[in-house]
Every structure is written in structure tokens, then in C-alpha cells.
């Protein structure tokens, strides 16, 4: 390992223990470096900057917020838990089942795990509350199956991770669908067997008369789901064409469908898509400078040659990748982590046989759980926000939960057959 890589880490520790955001730390680790301990010219950093987010999949990452935007302020939410409750709502523990069920369906159409919380956990928790649920367990239920938001498709961490390591986005897409489904049947599990163990209330068995009506409310919400991966797989329309879709979908069901957003109220919905949008792709574009940093000066390439000098078999290398992103999770926000781990990450796997694409996904369900565990787990404020507990009660309430999270990560790591089995049957991949 170079000197250099030494002074880089230095320079972001230090800016990072002033209290800095991640975003700015990158970017000034970049202009510091390049002014005083290197010879590529500082003009560099502008042609870097245009030729980094000059990527069609980016165009991906503002649809798909603001599909989600149009989704959470029309009605969209409301209606999946509707469902949800009428699907699962007879089970001990239904609330907390249909929370689940509803997180997992709202994931699958809005791509981001804190528009999932708020979504669902709004109308969910104070409906759990006044059916006698502990208001820890609801918020243990809501914060961790928010998480859901980012590994079932469409998810903006595959896209981001897609572009950072020009891996097919589509292949990504499908290697989330079964780990998804997995997630979410054994946060279910978990859920019912400890309602069940704790006498929880349950909710009468809705009549095949109210599971329909439920979905007919909900088909076209739901709906947006066949349409987006419909139009991928069927080969109608690329991942970031079919964001532009959802958008206008969302836009449509939302306001003339539904009719639960009104036309006045759009351009705030606008608004807010668009300064989320604006801080992601801040993060995005220092965190591909800070990328370039490291690739010129040869830190990925030389990583990874140290890693396989030291023997490392697969098995030990995904596990030291769990260990390195957990303890990443804990202090730096998804998009951050994907950009400049990533491209470290893959030489490594490469050359000791493991796909990109089985990495994507794993280092997908190290953000969830990097989403939950504190002192910077979104959901975690989110979630305390939401039920107005402190920060630590929020964790300690979502404790168990993050065992299981951790449990299907490992699960996942070292099965590669759950992520990797729909895409090469989809994509004809040989395996």
C-alpha cells in the first residue's frame, strides 16, 4: 500500500471528526490532495465531474423519487395497507403482519426505504397503538421492514451501485426480487411468532368480498409494479426509461386516478422530489471524484492485489466485505459507501470468482441494515420521529428485528444461488 492511501484516509478521518457532512469531506479530501500531494492538474476535478454524472442510468434516481413522491402523498400508501390488513390482518399479530406486507409492497414501488417508513409507518403505527400494540414493537416492526425499500426493486442503491461498478441494472433488479421476498417472509416469521407468543391482538378474518374490494382500491397502485418490470424484462423499455414511466404513472393514478393529490398541491410534491434529488446527486458527484482519487492513484488495484497475497479465500473475503460495510453503515449514508467501496470491492471479487452482481446485492443488504443500526440509521430517525421516542429506544425496540436482518444477510452471502437464480434465468447467463 502506497503513502499516498495513508494521507487520503488521514485527510477524511480528520474532516469527518469535525462533524462535517460526508458529501463535503469527499470533495475537499479531493481538491486538498490534488493541491498539495499530487501532480494531476486541479482542472481535472471539473472534466471528472461532467464525465461522472453524464451516465443515462443517473437520469434513473430523480424518476424514481419522484414516482415515489407522487405515490406517497396520493393515496397510494393508504390503500396498500388496506390490502395488507385484509390479507394478513387474522393472523396473531395482524397489524405488524399487514405493516410488513404493506412496507414490502410500498418498497416495490417507491425505491427508497425512508419514503417506505413514512409512508406506511404513519398510518400503520398509530393503528397498531390503538389496538393495544407496545409502541416499541410496532416501531421495532416499522423501522426495520422500511429497510425493505432499498433491496426490493426498484431500488435507487442498485442503480447507484449499477453505475459505480457498470454492472447491467436490470440483472440487478431481478437478483433483488427473491432476497427480497425472503427478507420479508422471515421478518413476517418472526413477527407473528413473537405476537403469537405475546397474545397480541388480531383482526377478524376479512371476507373474499373485502379482499377484493381491498385490491380493486389498490390495483392501480399495485399496478405500478407489473408496469415497471413488465417493461424491463418484456424488453419494452430500459431501468431508466422505465423510471421516467413510473413518474408519469404515479402522476397520473395519483392525481386523476385517486384523486387524493390535487392539482394545486403537485408543484410542492415537485419541489420536494426535486431537493431530494439535488442532495443525492451531490453526494453522488463527490463521491465520484473521491472514487477517481483513488483509482489514480492505484488504491482499488493495490487492495486488491494485498488482499489476494494474503490468501483470502471468497468465503473470508465476503465476510471481511459484511464487517468493513457494517461498521461503514454505522457512519456514512448508503449512496456514499456504494460509490467509493464499490469499485474496491470489485477487483477483488473478480479475481477470486464471485459476481458482481451476488456483490450488489449483498453489499444492498448491508445498507438495510446500515439503514437500522445507529448512530446515522435513517429509518431510526425516521421511525422515532414518527412515534416521538428517543433515538436509543428506537434501536433497542428494532433490536431483534436487526438479528434477523443480520441472519438473512449471512444467509444470502453465502448462498449466492438466491440472488443470482432469477437473473440468470431471466438474462440466460451461464452459471
Request: proline residues 6%; glycine residues 10%.
Amino acid at each position: 500500500m502506497s503513502g499516498n492511501s495513508g494521507i487520503i484516509l488521514i485527510l477524511l478521518v480528520l474532516l469527518l471528526m469535525t462533524g462535517m457532512p460526508i458529501s463535503i469531506a469527499l470533495g475537499l479530501v479531493v481538491l486538498t490532495f490534488l493541491f498539495f500531494f499530487s501532480n494531476i492538474p486541479v482542472e481535472i476535478v471539473s472534466q471528472r465531474l461532467f464525465t461522472g454524472l453524464d451516465q443515462f442510468a443517473l437520469m434513473a434516481i430523480p424518476f424514481f423519487i419522484l414516482a415515489g413522491a407522487f405515490l406517497t402523498h396520493g393515496g397510494v400508501a393508504a390503500r396498500i395497507t388496506r390490502l395488507g390488513t385484509a390479507i394478513v390482518g387474522h393472523f396473531s399479530g395482524g397489524l405488524a403482519l399487514s405493516a410488513v406486507l404493506s412496507c414490502a409492497f410500498f418498497a416495490a414501488v417507491s425505491g427508497s426505504s425512508p419514503a417506505t417508513v413514512v409512508a406506511i409507518g404513519s398510518i400503520m403505527l398509530p393503528a397498531m397503538m390503538q389496538q393495544g400494540y407496545p409502541k416499541k414493537f410496532g416501531v421495532g416492526v416499522i423501522a426495520t421492514s422500511g429497510g425493505l425499500g432499498i433491496l426490493i426493486p426498484p431500488s435507487i442503491v442498485m442503480i447507484i451501485y449499477g453505475v459505480s461498478t457498470s454492472s447491467s441494472i436490470g440483472q440487478l433488479f431481478a437478483a433483488g426480487i427473491v432476497p427480497g421476498i425472503l427478507m420479508a417472509a422471515v421478518l413476517m416469521l418472526v413477527t407473528w411468532i413473537v405476537a403469537k407468543k405475546r397474545n397480541y391482538p388480531t383482526l377478524p378474518r376479512a371476507s373474499l368480498t373485502e379482499v377484493w374490494i381491498a385490491f380493486r382500491e389498490s390495483v392501480w397502485g399495485v399496478g405500478l409494479i407489473v408496469v415497471v418490470f413488465g417493461g424491463i424484462y418484456g424488453g419494452v423499455f430500459t431501468p431508466t426509461e422505465a423510471a421516467a414511466v413510473s413518474a408519469l404513472y404515479g402522476f397520473v393514478v395519483s392525481v386523476f386516478i385517486y384523486k387524493d393529490l390535487k392539482l394545486s398541491e403537485v408543484p410542492r410534491v415537485l419541489k420536494d422530489a426535486a431537493n431530494m434529488s439535488a442532495m443525492l446527486m451531490y453526494i453522488i458527484t463527490n463521491a465520484i471524484l473521491f472514487s477517481f482519487l483513488l483509482t489514480s492513484e492505484n488504491i482499488p488495484q493495490n487492495l486488491a492485489q494485498w488482499i489476494i497475497d494474503q490468501g483470502l479465500t471468497a468465503w473470508m473475503f465476503l465476510l471481511l466485505v459484511n464487517i468493513l460495510l457494517f461498521f461503514a453503515g454505522d457512519f456514512m449514508e448508503p449512496s456514499s459507501i456504494i460509490l467509493i467501496l464499490a469499485p474496491i470491492f470489485l477487483p477483488v471479487a473478480q479475481q477470486l470468482g464471485i459476481d458482481p452482481i451476488h456483490l450488489g446485492i449483498v453489499m444492498v443488504i448491508n445498507m438495510e441494515l446500515g439503514m437500522i443500526t445507529p448512530p446515522v440509521g435513517l429509518n431510526l430517525y425516521v421511525a422515532s420521529g414518527l412515534a416521538r421516542m428517543g433515538l436509543t429506544e428506537t434501536t433497542i425496540a428494532s433490536a431483534p428485528w436487526i438479528l434477523v436482518v443480520t441472519a438473512v444477510l449471512l444467509l444470502v452471502t453465502y448462498v449466492p444461488e438466491i440472488s443470482l437464480w432469477l437473473p440468470r434465468l431471466i438474462y440466460a447467463t451461464p452459471g
